[in-house]
């Protein structure tokens, strides 16, 4: 079983659309969680950075931290062309090393 | 602020020499910096992590001797692939991070061995 898991989709939605991305984990030990996105041929750009469990909201992008269900989430508002790329959940026990998931493809159609 | 830049962008190379790729944060700088690989289609694998003036740290599976990491200085790292093979046809991407929490990407240089 891989420590992070993440479905790499192609997830296919229409512009405008509410995007739900998802993560499980099985390591208790992960508090720190990010979400980076991915444009092809480029390095990952951070996206959200959360700590222990809780929401966080950042203008159209909402990520979510249950501990208790080692489940995050990251929820896309008013999804445009533009964010079709892959999203990449990530986590880290010390916040040093990172433990990423494989990455959802995301296409969002106009 | 918080940008890490990599050189070069793009490399192909003859199986047998080596390449070194240069990651640097350019405002800020990085206590440790990480480098990962990552294979079409798949997610990245960290490879090792070095924190300026130490030696690296390796992955499992990770061959040092191979992979050959300098963190110099506090804003510059570098990656040299030792007597490349097709094998090590890959994208490499590095990041960078200030306080050991967050860490920052550079855009990845593709490697193509020959």
């Known amino acids: 079983q891989k420590e992070v898991e993440q479905d790499p989709g192609p997830l296919s939605v229409p512009e405008g659309a509410i995007v739900s991305l998802n993560c499980t984990y099985s390591?208790?030990?992960?508090?720190?969680f990010m979400w980076y996105r991915q444009y092809s041929r480029k390095g990952p750009e951070l996206l959200m950075y959360t700590y222990s469990s809780g929401n966080k909201e950042d203008g159209r992008f909402t990520a979510q931290v249950d501990k208790s269900s080692k489940y995050i989430s990251l929820f896309i508002r008013d999804s445009q062309p533009s964010d079709s790329a892959t999203y990449l959940c990530a986590m880290s026990a010390t916040g040093n090393k990172l433990v990423f998931g494989a990455g959802t493809i995301l296409r969002v159609k106009s | 602020g918080a940008v890490v830049s990599q050189h070069p962008s793009w490399v192909i190379c003859k199986s047998g020499t080596s390449v070194k790729i240069e990651c640097r944060s350019l405002?800020?700088?990085?206590?440790?910096m990480f480098w990962y690989r990552q294979f079409p289609k798949q997610s990245l694998m960290l490879m090792a992590t070095s924190n300026e003036g130490s030696k690296a740290t390796y992955e499992q599976g990770v061959e040092k001797d191979k992979f050959l990491i300098n963190h110099a200085s506090l804003t510059l790292s570098t990656l040299t692939v030792t007597s490349a093979h097709p094998e090590d046809s890959s994208f490499y991407i590095c990041?960078?991070?200030?306080?050991?929490?967050?860490?920052?990407f550079g855009p990845g240089t593709r490697l193509t061995v020959l």
């Open positions: 390591n208790s030990a992960f508090q720190y």
């Open positions: 990041s960078a991070s200030r306080r050991g929490d967050e860490q920052f």
């Open positions: 405002d800020f700088q990085a206590t440790t």
